[in-house]
Structures are given as C-alpha cells and as structure tokens.
C-alpha cells in the first residue's frame, strides 16, 4: 500500500516519522544536559568535617546578689549594715564577682521590677534603699534608688557595672 492508501492521512506517517526523530533528539539533548549537571555538581568543593569548628554557643551564666553582714562601723554605731555583692557565675568563664558597697539597714533579695534580673530592698528606720540589677548589652548593670520616709523612690541611678561574655544567657538565682 502506498502513501495514497490512507486514505487522505498520507503525511501521517511522515510525521509520525519526523516526530519520533525530534523526541529522540530531545531525550538526548536532555541526558546530555543532566550530564553536565550532575557533573558540575560533582565537581563543587564539599565541605570538610575534619578541620570544621563546632558552632560556639552562648555562654550560659547565673547571676546573683550575695548580702552579707558587714563590720560595724564604730562600737558606738549600733545600725546594721549590709555588704553587697554581684556574683556572676558562666559555666565556661568561671566567677566573677564585683563588690558593690555596704548599705545602711538589713537588705533582702525581693521580686525585682520587670526587665530587671535582680532587685533587693534595704532598710532602716524610716529609709531605705532599692538595688536592681539589669542586663544591658555585654554587662550587668547595678542600679540603685532612696526610699523615702513616704516610700516613694528617688531617681534611679548606676552604682556600679559588671562584664558579662558576649551573647551570654543570663538568669537569675
């Protein structure tokens, strides 16, 4: 049978024909491509587990304030006095502590504001004291106010600071 037996779909075969080919190209051209792919991928430096650094992680620290009697003054001055540290303790630093000063009356650790890490409240007689201890960047910052006669707080102001590690956690005693 000849083209002409098709009955009028005598180009079908050639197209079919031409098509086949044409796919047969694109498969190629397809592999050749994922060839050069996988190849190039192949090629690409891996990285190396054996000089590879661990990720350092953030230093984990505990901050407290120590409150210990401190000597009296003079045998005729019968008012307390409280010495008060900062401690900070880093699991990979070690300890640091930084004295802060004595404060007339007994002082206790007492819930601090928010945004504070540590607060104590110090008293005698109709005055008193107020500590905190916030975090501000690398360092812990002591801050401390007058209690009055009323109650009312004066102007905060910084008593003292303490280095803290970079990007160190720091929670509470």
Sequence with gaps: MGVEGWRGHGARPARAVALARRCGHSKRLFAALGAVVLSAC??????????????VEPS??????????????APIDDVPRTRISLVLLCRDE???????????????????RPGALLAAHCWWGPR???LEVVS??????VRRAEV???GRLSTWGEAAELPAPDGARIAPL
């Design 42 to 55: 192949a090629t690409l430096p891996r990285p190396s587990t054996r000089n590879a650094r661990p990720a």
């Design 60 to 73: 984990e620290c505990t901050a407290a304030l120590r409150l210990e009697e401190a000597p009296v003054a």
């Design 94 to 112: 070690g300890r640091s502590a930084l004295s802060i000063g004595d404060e007339v009356g007994a002082c206790t650790p007492t819930e601090p």
């Design 128 to 130: 008193g004291a107020m």
């Design 136 to 141: 501000s960047g690398p360092r812990l910052v």
């Design 148 to 150: 009055g006669p009323d």
